[in-house]
């Protein structure tokens, strides 16, 4: 009896008797000494692939920081259409498509391609929807968008953009962060890193989703990747309380609450003082955010402060999450200094399963839901003085086929079409943006491009070009070599900058 | 004088014979000085050796001077008053010796000025010799354009570097004058130019790199892979007929890539690129060559180097809880943003001024500023952009505004501007933008502005998206 106690007294002794111990406290903890010096280049936000860590002296990891040139914007509203929208009944207009409407597919189209869900040989599909030409630009937008149709001046259109990813996870991560790959970190949060944020009581990157559903690349689409998670994308919920868990529990009062956060940091920042990572700072920074939040947040997304006018103008639904709650959120943010504020709307996915995959009926329903309020979201910018500043995206992930959606070779119950990763529409406004004009054209059944083609990597250098960073320079020192957004890729996209 | 002579051989020592007596022969006049000083006499010694050693390598650097200008490719005049200067050295160097050496004979008072004027032309032509032997091997004007621009100014050189051209529309440039002659200026001009004409070439104009050099036309229209002038730069660094020569700096692969193109579409001198056939691959060579103008035409940005902001300044303002920012790495411009001080009043617009060099975007919105903060406000010069909405300001504060002249971006939303103070505002050349949604102006106010300002863009907001059918529609 008395021998169990003594072994698990030497045990408890022995665990005691960590490596940590050994390197820290045995000859004088040389052996940390020589650990540190060996494997302290191989920390993460160290190296000069780092340029834009904050110094190893506890500085604000949200600091503004000056862009490498001077910026045409200061902030990115992105709204992405998650499930991919059909841009042959949006945007283009391909009148050789209605005439092969019904025949089977030729076979060179599909040799050496492979489809997520076609097999065997489709029906071409023509557009569902009516195209005219609107505004001085003379750009084609249909009718399932009337109201984009009448601010189609503002916007410049990229109709030739391409990817290489067929699968919604894969193509949502490649457009946001870069990779098709889970573990990169998100554009906002390349932004936030690179540009610090212009208001220290508001996250600088914020995402709110509309929809229904998360999209498929989940959480990981604005997750901070390898980057410290003080630059995470902060998911605010346009339903309910703005962020989860962030207001205080019953009984503690915000003083209480403000000590008690104030001594957490003490102990870090003595942690971070005798370990120096990063992270730490990372957490420091993140109980002092979530603390300005508890008030900043609240009021910046109370929608329910701005005139009736406002709320006519973008449709919104005060109480439920829509869009246009979203649009109006978005632009509260921006007008507040936020850096990258993005808008995910779920159900864009038309491969014509259900009615509400449907592109003559669901995508008519999905396009009622975002028209107005995007147009509402370009007009309220421009009339505050903001659409200079601030630069606006729209696009989905990948595009949709010419070709009628047969999954499993069978006829679909209403009509629809199937990924197509050859070319998609992606359009832009605001700063730094050419007003009213297209870049990248496709052929005449918008199958491939065949003027102008670019990539997601040089989307993503012309978003960062337009808030003054140099995509090529702006990287992190990640597992022993410099990363950046654009990987390895991505030019500029003149022709569309002013 | 063909490769591989002995000649040629003796002549490529010149360059580094000629440093010795450049060195020993200054050194020499240096111990001339120094032996006067009672401290020093001792080195009397040492002047006749040095002076020994620096006149027999003046003469071996005159006799391999010589065998080297044999080869050619040197601009004849600079190279005449070179050889002349270095011939004068060496001649000199030997009087200069003789008479140290018989100095002691000849120790008559009057002498003592003699021996010093001969010492002072010793170094003058030294200097003056390989001053213009550089300038053959440099090219001239190679130290003042490294000198900073104050040196520059001072000694009254050409200020700044070479001209670079600004192309502000790539595909309107012409493509020989200004996508290729700017990289042959950089690469060639030093030794196939003006001052040298290395292999009997010249590049610096159109008639000149047809006739091509000594071994005949460096360019064949079309193709590039005939064409010395491209073969040339594709040969492997090491290779000694690579062009430019080993330990120059060397054309980037995009530069290459130019060429190429350019002779493959003809090697035309007077088409502009748009008339050009452009490849994928080259278009965006071509674009770049354009965005460097892009990125530094920002509207709001002036053009000028402000100099550093003092930190105090900063420091002052962040402690307020102002963001002050460079508006970017490349120059010392700043912005101020006072989204985390709503506090911000009348009494604080002092801060700012300290900064009024380098300020230039200025975020005053939903601050506590009146129509009084507002002369601080006109106080900074620099300005392009102002931000005032959501404030008290009014009519009366826009008075204040018309000193500033560079301003091009004023945000009055929801303000208490009325169409008073929009008259102020006619004075203000350069605004571009002017957002007044959200205040009293009236479209009267906004035309009259509008007329005496054309190139302002006036924004009264307040706009509608009508309601149409198709709003309420559920498709099923």
């Known amino acids: 009896m008395i021998e169990k106690i003594i072994k698990e007294a030497n045990e408890q002794y022995l665990r005691y008797s960590t490596r940590r111990h050994f390197l820290q406290e045995c000859i004088t903890g040389l052996g940390a000494m020589a650990m540190g010096s060996l494997v302290g280049s191989c920390g993460t936000g160290t190296g000069t692939g780092s340029a834009r860590m904050p110094a190893m002296n506890g500085l604000d990891p949200l600091l503004p920081k000056p862009p490498h040139f001077p910026a045409r914007a200061k902030s990115v509203i992105y709204l992405h259409m998650a499930g991919a929208p059909s841009q042959l009944e949006l945007f283009e207009y391909k009148p050789e498509l209605a005439k092969l409407h019904n025949q089977l597919c030729p076979p060179s189209l599909l040799e050496g391609k492979r489809f997520a869900f076609i097999r065997?040989?489709?029906?071409?599909?023509?557009?569902?929807?009516?195209?005219?030409?609107?505004g001085q630009s003379?750009?084609?937008?249909?009718?399932?968008?009337?109201?984009?149709?009448?601010?189609?001046?503002?916007?410049?259109?990229?109709?030739?953009?391409?990817?290489?990813?067929?699968?919604?996870?894969?193509?949502?991560?490649?457009?946001?962060?870069?990779?098709?790959?889970?573990?990169?970190?998100?554009?906002?949060?390349?932004?936030?890193?690179?540009?610090?944020?212009?208001?220290?009581?508001?996250?600088?990157f914020v995402v709110l989703t509309s929809g229904g559903k998360t999209p498929d690349g989940g959480k990981s689409l604005w997750g901070s990747g390898f980057l410290p998670s003080v630059y995470q994308g902060v998911q605010c919920r346009s339903k309910g309380d703005p962020v989860l868990f962030v207001s205080d529990p019953e009984g503690m009062s915000r003083q209480l609450r403000k000590q008690s956060i104030d001594a957490i940091n003490e102990v870090n920042r003595r942690e971070y003082e005798a370990f120096g990572d990063p992270e730490t700072l990372s957490r420091i920074a993140q109980y002092e955010m979530a603390y300005k939040m508890q008030i900043s947040v609240p009021e910046v997304m109370d929608i329910s402060s701005e005139p009736e006018y406002i709320h006519q103008l973008y449709g919104t639904q005060p109480g439920k999450e829509s869009f246009a709650n979203n649009c109006l959120l978005a632009r509260k943010l921006v007008e507040k200094g936020v850096r990258f504020v993005q808008l995910y709307d779920w159900g864009w996915d038309s491969h014509g399963a259900f009615p509400n995959e449907a592109i003559n009926l669901g995508l008519r329903n999905k396009c009622r839901e975002i028209d107005r309020a995007q147009t509402a979201l370009l007009i309220d910018l421009k009339q505050r003085g903001l659409l200079d500043e601030?630069?606006?995206?729209?696009?989905?992930?990948?595009?949709?086929?010419?070709?009628?959606?047969?999954?499993?070779?069978?006829?679909?119950?209403?009509?629809?079409?199937?990924h197509h990763v050859d070319a998609f529409t992606i359009w832009l406004a605001g700063g730094g943006i050419k007003k009213g004009t297209t870049w990248g054209e496709t052929d005449e059944i918008g199958f491939s491009p065949v003027k102008g083609k670019v990539g997601v990597h040089d989307v993503q250098a012309t978003i960062l070009h337009a808030l003054g960073l140099n995509h090529e320079q702006l990287t992190y020192q990640f597992q022993g070599r410099p990363f950046r957004l654009t990987d390895v890729a991505g030019e500029v996209i003149q022709p569309i900058l002013a | 004088m063909e490769e591989g002579s002995i000649g040629l051989f003796i002549g490529r020592w010149h360059p580094l014979l000629v440093h010795l007596p450049i060195g020993m022969l200054l050194m020499a006049a240096v111990l001339e000085l120094l032996r006067r000083h009672p401290r020093y006499a001792k080195v009397q010694v040492a002047i006749g050796p040095v002076l020994f050693a620096g006149m027999l390598s003046a003469i071996a650097a005159c006799i391999a001077g010589y065998c080297l200008s044999l080869s050619g490719g040197y601009e004849e005049a600079?190279?005449?008053?070179?050889?002349w200067l270095g011939i004068a050295v060496a001649v000199l160097s030997v009087i200069v010796y003789l008479y140290h050496q018989r100095s002691a004979a000849w120790q008559i008072h009057r002498k003592r000025y003699i021996a010093a004027a001969l010492w002072m032309l010793l170094v003058i032509l030294v200097a003056a010799a390989g001053h213009y032997g550089g300038s053959l091997t440099h090219g001239n004007g190679y130290l003042m354009q490294a000198a900073p621009p104050f040196l520059q100014r001072w000694l009254g050189g050409k200020g700044g570097g070479a001209g670079t051209v600004v192309i502000r529309d790539v595909q309107e440039a012409r493509a020989y004058r200004d996508v290729i002659r700017p990289v042959l200026a950089t690469h060639c001009y030093s030794c196939h130019g003006n001052d040298k004409q290395k292999g009997a070439l010249r590049l610096d104009s159109m008639a000149f790199i047809r006739k091509g050099g000594e071994n005949g036309p460096v360019l064949k229209a079309g193709g590039p892979e005939e064409s010395e002038l491209f073969k040339r730069i594709t040969l492997p660094e090491d290779d000694e007929h690579h062009m430019p020569p080993k330990g120059r700096p060397q054309l980037s692969p995009h530069e290459a890539l130019l060429l190429q193109w350019w002779i493959a579409q003809?090697?035309?001198?007077?088409?502009?690129?748009?008339?050009?056939q452009q490849p994928p691959a080259v278009k965006p060579l071509l674009a770049a060559l354009q965005a460097e103008d892009a990125i530094k035409m920002h509207p709001f940005v002036p053009g000028k180097a402000p100099g550093k902001a003092g930190s105090a300044a900063i420091h002052a303002l962040v402690q307020r809880g102002l963001k002050v920012m460079p508006v970017s790495e490349e120059n010392d411009y700043l912005q101020v943003n006072a989204f985390n001080d709503t506090a911000f009043d009348n009494t604080h617009t002092a801060l700012l001024l300290p900064l009024k060099k380098q300020l230039i975007w200025l975020q005053l919105g939903h601050t506590r500023i009146t129509d009084a903060g507002l002369r601080n406000i006109a106080a900074l010069p620099a300005l392009t952009r102002l931000h005032l909405d959501h404030t008290a300001v009014s009519d009366n504060g826009l008075d204040a505004l018309r000193t500033l002249e560079g301003l091009a971006y004023l945000n009055l939303t929801a303000t208490k501007v009325t169409d008073q103070g929009l008259d102020k505002l006619a004075g203000l050349k350069s605004l571009k933008q002017l957002y007044l949604y959200q205040t009293a102006v009236t479209a009267g106010g906004v035309q009259r502005l509008q007329r005496r300002l054309p190139q302002l863009r006036i924004d009264t907001g307040g706009y509608q998206i009508p309601f149409i059918a198709a709003d309420t529609i559920v498709y099923r």
């Open chain 2, 78 to 83: 600079a190279l005449r008053r070179h050889q």
């Open chain 1, 138 to 204: 003379g750009a084609w937008v249909s009718n399932y968008l009337p109201h984009l149709a009448s601010v189609v001046d503002e916007v410049s259109f990229l109709k030739a953009v391409q990817t290489d990813q067929f699968n919604h996870g894969p193509a949502q991560l490649f457009v946001h962060t870069g990779s098709p790959r889970l573990g990169r970190p998100g554009m906002g949060s390349w932004v936030t890193y690179g540009l610090g944020s212009e208001n220290s009581d508001l996250p600088g």
């Open chain 1, 120 to 134: 065997g040989v489709p029906k071409m599909l023509g557009s569902q929807a009516t195209f005219t030409q609107h």
């Open chain 1, 390 to 418: 601030v630069l606006v995206v729209w696009g989905g992930e990948f595009g949709r086929t010419p070709m009628q959606e047969n999954r499993e070779g069978k006829e679909m119950p209403f009509l629809g079409r199937d």
């Open chain 2, 266 to 276: 003809g090697a035309p001198f007077d088409k502009k690129v748009k008339q050009l």
